[in-house]
């Protein structure tokens, strides 16, 4: 495993997803202390997470919306 600092990734970033894509595991640090806040690695080593469960509030909560309600697309995006 390699590591860069947040300035050397961004100057090698195309040369850094080559070395992921070949197989590396490659950390980034940052600061001063130079502690390691994330590790970029292939697809195929990546930890699978299990599907979050829909509906673990049914019967615990609830919603209503006045009759009338509306609200588009984009306004319930935010954009």
């Known amino acids: 495993m390699t590591t860069h600092t947040i300035g050397e990734f961004k100057a090698r970033f195309s040369d850094i997803l080559e070395e992921v894509r070949r197989g590396a595991v490659v950390g980034v640090r940052y600061g ?31 919603f209503r919306l006045k009759r009338g309600f509306k609200m588009t697309d984009a306004e319930l995006l935010g954009l």
């Open 32 to 62: 001063q202390g130079k502690k390691p806040v994330a590790f970029l690695v292939p697809p195929e080593r990546a930890p699978v997470v299990a599907p979050r469960k829909l509906g673990l509030l049914k019967g615990k909560a609830g």
